[in-house]
C-alpha cells in the first residue's frame, strides 16, 4: 500500500504457566477479527522478566518469528491507550502487551486483548513516512501543476522583500552577525534578546531540541508536522504519541498528555489538519520541568494571531517556534526563530554551528518583523479566511467529502474515500494536493488542500467533481 508496509509486532503477555496453545489461539483469534493476514507477524513483543516464559517463546517459536523483550522501565515510558495499575504492580508498567506491541515506534492497530491468561496487542511496523513533505508532490512537475500540496503563500515573496534580500548580497563577504535581526525579532514579541535564538527555519530548531535538551519521555501530539518526531528519533529518543481523533474535531484533550512526559510537542494551528487550540488548553500542558514546545509556524496566518503563547513568559518550559517561510514564501532561504527561557535557549544555541543563519536570511528576518510587515501579514491573513470560507463552502456541496474540525490556517484537511484515486485524478487534471496517509493518525483515505484565491478554488472544485465522478465509476 502507498505509504505503509503490512508488517506487525504482537506485544503479548501472560500469567506464570500460561500455555503455547493459549498464547497463540489469543493472537489468531485478535488478527482474525480484525482482518489481519497472521503471515504479516514479524515479531512477538513482551517484557522481560516474561521473555523465558515457556507458552510465550513457544508461541513465537509456532508463529516462526523472534520474540523481542524490552525491560520493564522501558516500557513504562511508552504511551499506552489503556494502562493497568494491576499490570504495573505484578510487571513493573502500565501495560505489558500495549507497550510491547509500541516499543518498536509503530502505530497501534488491536488495543488489549484478554483470555483468561494471557493478553495481546496488535501494532504494525510500518511507521508513516516522517520525512514525506508536500514538497514532494510537486517536485519535478515545473510549472504543470497548481501548487495546493505546499503551506507556502502564493505570490510570495513579495517585490519589496526581494529587494532588500538582493540588496544583502553585496555584503556576502562579511560573515552573518545576527545581532540586528535577533534584536528585532525580540522587540516584535517585546521580549529581552536572551529569549530569542534565530534557526535556518523551524526544522533546525527541532533537530537543536532534540539533541540538546536532554528530554527522557517526549510525546508529540499527532496529526501534525511530522519533522518533531522524525528529529527525536534520529536523535534516538523513544517517542510517545498522543493522537487526536476526527470524531473529536482533532481538538486537544490536556489530560491525554501523560504526566510524566518531559517534552511535549504540539502545532498552533496545527499542520495538516488547520485546527486551533485555545491557548488555556495548551498553557494546561506546561509545568516545571517539562519543555513545551508549541510550533507556532502558521501562526501568522490567522487573523490577531488568536491563541498564540509567543511572547509568554509566565508559563514553565514554554518553547515557541515561529517560521518566516510560509507567509512570505521564504522556504528556499530557510529563516526561522525559537523563543523560550535563556537558559533553554543557550542548550540551543550551544548545539547549532557557528553561523547558522546566513546574511540574505537575517535581512529577511529583520524586514518581516518591521511594523509595515506584521500588517501586510495581518491583511493576508484575512484574505486567507475569506479565501478558505469559499474552499470550505465548495467543498461542502460534495457529500462524498468530510471537513473534520474546525478550519483556521492556511490548508484545510478533507477526508474522501477513494482519495489515493482521486489524488492521482486531479493531479492529472493540473492540481497537486497533499497525500494524508504520511501523519501519523490519518490514513489514505485523507488530503491536505492549500488555501488559495477564490478563482483558482473555483477550477480546483471543477476538478475535483470531475475527479470524484471518474472515481466513482
Known amino acids: 500500500m502507498d505509504g505503509y508496509a503490512t508488517q506487525l509486532v504482537v506485544g503479548v503477555g501472560g500469567r506464570a504457566g500460561v500455555s503455547v496453545a493459549e498464547v ?11 482482518g489481519l493476514p497472521s503471515e504479516a507477524v514479524t515479531a512477538l513483543a513482551t517484557v522481560e522478566s516474561k521473555a523465558g516464559e515457556p507458552g510465550i517463546t513457544g508461541a513465537a517459536e509456532r508463529f516462526g518469528v523472534p ?22 504492580e505484578a510487571a513493573g508498567t502500565p501495560s505489558v502487551a500495549e ?52 503551506n507556502v503563500r502564493s505570490d510570495t515573496p513579495p517585490a519589496w522583500l526581494k ?34 535564538l534565530l534557526t535556518a527555519g523551524a526544522a533546525e530548531a527541532f533537530v537543536l531540541i532534540a ?15 511530522t519533522e518533531p518526531e522524525a528529529a527525536l528519533r534520529d536523535a534516538g529518543h ?32 496545527t499542520n495538516p489538519t488547520s485546527v486551533l487550540h485555545p491557548a488555556a488548553a495548551l498553557a494546561a500542558l506546561a509545568r516545571p520541568g517539562r519543555i513545551l514546545v508549541v510550533d507556532e509556524a502558521f501562526m501568522d496566518a490567522v487573523p490577531g494571531e488568536q491563541e498564540a503563547l509567543a511572547g509568554r513568559t509566565d508559563l514553565p518550559g514554554l518553547v515557541v517556534l515561529r517560521s518566516l517561510t510560509k507567509t512570505w514564501g521564504l522556504a528556499g532561504l530557510r529563516i526561522g526563530y525559537v523563543l523560550a527561557e535563556p537558559e533553554v535557549i543557550a542548550k540551543l544555541a550551544a548545539a547549532q554551528p557557528l553561523w547558522p543563519v546566513s546574511a540574505p536570511a537575517l535581512v529577511a528576518a529583520e524586514a518581516c518583523v ?104
Open 67 to 88: 520474540l523481542l523483550s524490552y525491560p520493564a522501565e522501558e516500557l513504562a515510558s511508552v504511551v499506552v491507550p489503556h494502562p493497568s495499575e494491576t499490570a504495573r
Open 370 to 473: 518591521a511594523p509595515a510587515a506584521l500588517a501586510e501579514a495581518q491583511e493576508a491573513a484575512r484574505r486567507i479566511a475569506v479565501d478558505r470560507a469559499h474552499l470550505l463552502a465548495g467543498l461542502a456541496e460534495f457529500d462524498e467529502i468530510r471537513v473534520a474540525g474546525v478550519a483556521q490556517g492556511p490548508f484545510v484537511l478533507i477526508q474522501v474515500a477513494g482519495a489515493a484515486e482521486v489524488r492521482v485524478r486531479l493531479r492529472a487534471l493540473g492540481f497537486a494536493v497533499r497525500r494524508g496517509d504520511t501523519f501519523p493518525g490519518l490514513d489514505r483515505s485523507w488530503l491536505r488542500l492549500a488555501v488559495r484565491d477564490r478563482a483558482t478554488t473555483g477550477r480546483l472544485l471543477q476538478a475535483m467533481d470531475h475527479a470524484l465522478t471518474l472515481t466513482a465509476r
Open 238 to 269: 523513544r517517542v510517545g504519541r498522543v493522537v487526536l481523533r476526527p470524531e473529536d474535531g482533532f481538538r486537544l484533550d490536556p489530560s491525554a498528555v501523560p504526566e510524566d512526559a518531559d517534552l511535549v510537542v504540539i502545532g498552533n494551528p
Open 211 to 225: 539533541r540538546a535538551l536532554g528530554a527522557e519521555r517526549p510525546v508529540v501530539v499527532h496529526p501534525q508536522f
Open 99 to 150: 507497550a510491547a506491541a509500541l516499543a518498536g515506534g509503530g502505530e497501534l492497530l488491536v488495543p488489549k486483548r484478554r483470555s483468561v491468561a494471557a493478553t495481546c496487542a496488535v501494532a504494525t511496523l510500518c511507521a508513516h513516512d516522517l520525512r514525506h513533505h508536500g514538497d514532494a508532490e510537486v517536485a519535478d512537475a515545473g510549472a504543470a501543476l497548481v501548487d495546493l500540496a505546499v
Open 24 to 34: 497463540c489461539a489469543l493472537v489468531e483469534e485478535t488478527l482474525r477479527g480484525a
Open 163 to 196: 529587494q532588500r534580500i538582493a540588496a544583502s548580497l553585496d555584503d556576502l563577504a562579511a560573515y552573518p552577525d545576527g545581532r540586528q535581526a535577533r534584536a528585532a525579532v525580540a522587540a516584535r514579541h517585546g521580549l529581552p534578546v536572551e529569549r530569542v
